[in-house]
């Protein structure tokens, strides 16, 4: 993807304005038809590749890929992601998901209805850069990250997570060497009443590396 020709200024300006993805609305209903029953399209058809309203991303996948796992919270897979010139060798490790309250996801979009019977779900998920260069600022592996509820992907919410506890701004992450470690998360909107979450990051041409978590 390429860089932003905005100031960091106006580039976190930018960031702190929620907006929940035109493909939500998809996620939902895939959610529903999922729950009565119906076929679960929030599998590799639901690619964000595939929904011209997703989030541009660093890295898109080019082929089907292959479930590994899922692993436990704090487990680690090992994956590679071309950022900018360069390709890092990631240790990547989903260390919790954070649920809101509905009345707190309906405060986080411009129409509460939009949030109705939603909560938001913030992944934390650690990468430590490994081997293959420095990245020099505003890493994209994190953009990466997806969460899914009860099989299903919920709906994005874009740049909620950098605000959130213990959530790190890609716009501050410069000059990350090898050895170093930065926790980025991703915020998505997933129903109320799911009983098993997913957080999942997909290797181009690779595994997906995914972890398993009981929603509380």
Known sequence: MSRSMFSRT??????????LRAAAPVAVLALALTACGGSDSGGKSDDKAQQGASKPKGDEPEEAQEESGPMKAGESATASFKEDDAKITYEIAAQKIDLSTEAEAQKM????????G????????????????????SPNVGMETEIYADGA???????????AAGC????????????????ICQTYMVPAGAKELEVRWPEKGGATHSWAFAAK
């Open 168 to 183: 790190e701004d890609t716009v501050d992450i410069e000059n990350w060497k090898a050895g170093e470690s930065h926790t």
């Open 109 to 116: 979009v411009d129409d509460p209805k939009d949030a109705k």
């Open 153 to 163: 992907r919920g709906g994005l919410l874009m740049f909620a997570s950098e605000d």
């Open 118 to 137: 939603l909560v938001a779900a913030t992944a934390h998920v650690k990468f430590t850069n490994k081997s293959g260069g420095v990245v020099e600022s």
């Open 10 to 19: 106006s580039t976190r300006s930018a960031r702190r304005t929620r907006v």
